[in-house]
T-cell receptor, first 117, second 111 residues
Framework: ETGVTQSPTHLIKTRGQQVTLRCSSQSGHNTVSWYQQALGQGPQFIFQYYREEENGRGNFPPRFSGLQFPNYSSELNVNALELDDSALYLC????????????????FGEGSRLTVL | QKEVEQNSGPLSVPEGAIASLNCTYSDRGSQSFFWYRQYSGKSPELIMFIYSNGDKEDGRFTAQLNKASQYVSLLIRDSQPSDSATYLCAVPHSGNTPLVFGKGTRLSVIA
């Protein structure tokens, strides 16, 4: 149990629609990252928020956007969904920019599985 | 763009054997390395991290790092069926931003 919860756990959308995925981090975890994991692949870094500001972004287009809120919750928004957006979306949090065991100490939620038809 | 390479497997070992999982990375400047375990349908969980050349042991797990060869490995001694999972190798993306993951190696421990 990591204390990171994500919703919804599963959802189905059609191409062109928009989706919002939500994450609630452990209390005090002011850094949250989002990852996309396609089937059979490792997680791909989308972006990171620290104290409600984006401070790192992977190779994802602008239609992937996010927000982090003062209550340690965050959301990932994806506009104009494409078939290739079908994946497991993982939220991960930690305290500060580096956890007690370094920046690799990420606590993952169970993910939101998105299917785009 | 940093890259992390892993053999996707599956790697099958009998119960009680040593499982050896390997990972290579492209950025010679990488300083820290992480191993995550991911059970099917679940999220990744951190099991080991290593910063210094050599071996680091934690219970049945040993991480080995060779920075000159840009190679990091994870050994699992006395493998159990419950160790059957995908093992992900990860290195930091840059500075304080999080991790670049390999594709993972699927391990199957046969009872």
């Amino acid at each position: 149990e990591t204390g990171v919860t994500q919703s919804p756990t599963h959802l189905i959308k059609t191409r062109g629609q928009q989706v919002t995925l939500r994450c609630s981090s452990q209390s005090g975890h002011n850094t949250v990252s989002w990852y996309q994991q396609a089937l059979g692949q490792g997680p791909q870094f989308i972006f990171q928020y620290y104290r409600e500001e984006e401070n790192g972004r992977g190779n994802f287009p602008p239609r992937f956007s996010g927000l982090q809120f003062p209550n340690y919750s965050s959301e990932l928004n994806v506009n104009a969904l494409e078939l290739d957006d079908s994946a497991l979306y993982l939220c991960a949090s930690r305290l500060g920019l580096a956890g007690s065991r370094g920046i690799g100490e990420l606590f993952f939620g169970e993910g939101s599985r998105l299917t785009v038809l | 763009q940093k890259e992390v390479e892993q053999n996707s497997g599956p790697l099958s070992v009998p119960e009680g054997a040593i499982a050896s999982l390997n990972c290579t990375y492209s950025d010679r400047g990488s300083q820290s390395f992480f191993w995550y375990r991911q059970y099917s349908g679940k999220s990744p969980e951190l099991i080991m991290f290593i910063y210094s050349n050599g071996d680091k042991e934690d219970g049945r797990f040993t991480a080995q790092l060779n920075k000159a060869s840009q190679y990091v490995s994870l050994l699992i001694r006395d493998s159990q069926p419950s160790d059957s999972a995908t093992y992900l190798c990860a290195v930091p993306h840059s500075g304080n931003t999080p991790l670049v993951f390999g594709k993972g190696t699927r391990l199957s421990v046969i009872a």
